[in-house]
């Protein structure tokens, strides 16, 4: 299935949604399949900052164990508790209520991130 | 995330076959079962282990799972290899391979044994089973070159017929509480009969197949061979025998959910629990290994006995919603005591478990340890396998 069109993509499967000021992140129907049934998310706290390229978090599955890299700078703003509680949650809807964290921002450079079209053809989605 | 290529590797743990010192890649010409059409339709998401295209999960490892322990779940196990054994000495060559005494093994009889070299330590984990006119083995995909290169070795002096039949053959395990009411609705000549372990011989519609009641889920079922042809027609057959969709008694299940159910059961799985590395006693395995008979090994595993292993395989039941990979470390006070061969969130238990390889001092049913998860340290107590025992 197609990645959604309205945000950008990461070459280790993190999206972000620009909203203004802030962004919304998460990781890919791509990785999520890749990974099988999430059990459990690491994320940071609320203020912690993020650094572009640095690993945020875990992600482990059934499966594997997976680190989140940051796709880009600044500071936690909200963390998504429901992906907290019930870590299925990444599985049922990684794009929508399977968000991860809010991330407020300056201005972010998007030309080192992928567009949706750019990463399914990366990764032979479709 | 991080290259998912590390992943698999901790899922499988690295399935490359070394043979008389020519590194056999597996990510060229992936191997297919006759049942592959049968996945892609399914929706299968595949992956390769072993050598062979396999289906890692349909729907999701867990509800695949759990639908295994309430109902009936069938696998494709036919990457797993078939070799036939036949000839006059073909039972005195396998007791001198196997630990496992099958000299005493009747007709119809299945045995669980290991194949060691002559230090003990364990070249693959097998099942071979006695049928009327030949001997049968089943073995683990990975290690198929090599066993059979090793009963190659081995055979001069012995008047046995060693013929692999596993890309002419097909092997499904039917598994669940409700397989084998399910079976016998269906099949010819009923298995409810049939001893766990011990296996028959059946005909349906002419098409001869091999029945063995057995398994690795920790469920009642059996594994089924059948002859390449057959094999597509009895899976559909089966899935549509009580109503299809999702609500149907059986459902496929995939190597995901095998891992899964296997690792509740306490089951060793080579590559993880089991090695060259490893001797059986160290791995729980003493009961599989024969006192009155002279096979490759048995020296060293006697001696074994005797005094006792410096390691012990134990389940680990881990405080924490966090799942330890293969290899981690296992602490005592502090100090490294063992390493971590398997680990998942059970879906039965609903909490982490692992098995690991610990120092025996440490190897008592509620020995409080520590596993090492990159710095993280999980607070875990030590306990008898197996994690899950079905019911009656």
């Not at chain 2, 070249?123 to 089973?129: F, G, H, K, N, T």
């Not at chain 2, 006119?133 to 073995?139: E, I």
């Not at chain 2, 397989?179 to 372990?197: H, N």
């Amino acid at each position: 299935m197609a990645s959604p069109t309205d945000r950008f993509y990461t070459e280790t499967h993190e999206w972000i949604k620009l909203q203004g000021e802030r962004v919304l992140l998460g990781i890919t129907r791509f990785a999520v399949d890749e990974l099988t049934d999430v059990t459990f998310v690491e994320l940071p706290a609320i203020g912690k900052t993020l650094t572009v390229g640095k690993a945020f978090g875990e992600i482990e599955s059934v499966k594997a164990t997976s680190e989140l890299y940051a796709p880009v700078d600044g500071a936690v703003v909200e963390v998504n508790e429901a992906v907290k509680n019930d870590p299925s949650t990444i599985n049922q809807d990684p794009y929508e209520t399977g968000w991860l964290v809010a991330v407020k921002t300056g201005p972010v450079d998007t030309s080192k991130l992928m567009s949706a079209a750019q990463y399914d053809a990366k990764f032979n989605i479709h | 995330m991080t290259s998912y290529a590390k992943s698999r590797e901790m899922l499988f743990g690295g399935e490359i076959v070394f043979l008389t010192g020519v590194f056999l890649s597996h990510t060229l010409n992936l191997l297919k079962t006759p049942l592959h059409e049968f996945h892609v339709s399914q929706g299968a998401k595949m992956v390769d282990f072993a050598g062979w295209n396999m289906p890692l999960l349909y729907r999701g490892i867990i509800a695949e799972h759990q639908h295994t322990r309430k109902s009936a779940s069938v696998f494709d196990v036919s990457h797993m290899g078939r070799v036939k054994f036949t000839g006059p000495d073909a039972m005195k060559f396998l007791n001198h391979l196997l630990t496992r005494n099958i000299a005493g093994a009747a007709v119809g009889q299945s045995l669980y044994s290991l194949v060691c070299n002559e230090n003990g330590g364990v070249l693959d984990d097998v099942i071979v089973s006695r049928l009327e006119k030949y001997h049968l083995m089943v073995c683990n995909a990975s290690n198929r070159l090599k066993l059979l290169a090793w009963f190659d070795r081995h055979r001069p002096g012995f008047d046995v017929q060693i013929q692999d039949e596993t890309m002419q053959t097909a092997m499904v395990a039917l598994q669940g509480p409700k397989v084998i009411e399910l079976l016998d609705a269906v099949l010819p000549e009923p298995v409810a009969g049939l001893k766990r372990y011990h296996c028959m011989m059946q005909r349906y519609m002419f098409i001869p197949f091999t029945v063995c009641r057995s398994g690795y889920t920790g469920e009642d079922g059996v594994e089924v061979i059948c002859g390449n042809s057959a094999a597509l027609m009895a899976i559909k057959f089966l899935l549509k025998s009580d109503g299809q969709g999702t609500e149907s008694l059986v459902q496929p299940a995939g190597l995901g959910a095998r891992d899964t159910l296997r690792l509740e059961a306490g089951m060793p799985l080579y590559g993880h629990e089991l090695s060259v590395t490893v001797d059986p006693i160290s791995a729980g395995l003493n009961w599989a290994v024969a006192k009155d008979k002279d096979f490759i090994g048995s020296k060293v595993l006697a001696e074994l006995v005797q005094h006792g292993t410096p390691q012990k395989l134990v389940g680990l039941l881990i405080d924490s919603p966090r799942t330890p990979r293969q290899d981690m470390t296992v602490l005592a006070g502090g100090k490294p005591v063992g390493r971590i061969t398997s680990a998942t969130a059970s879906p039965t238990l609903g909490r982490t478990i692992a098995m690991a390889y610990v120092q025996s001092e440490f190897s008592e049913p509620g020995t409080a340890v520590e596993v090492d998860l990159r710095g993280t340290p999980l607070a875990a107590a030590v306990t008898k396998l197996p994690f899950y025992k079905r019911a009656g």
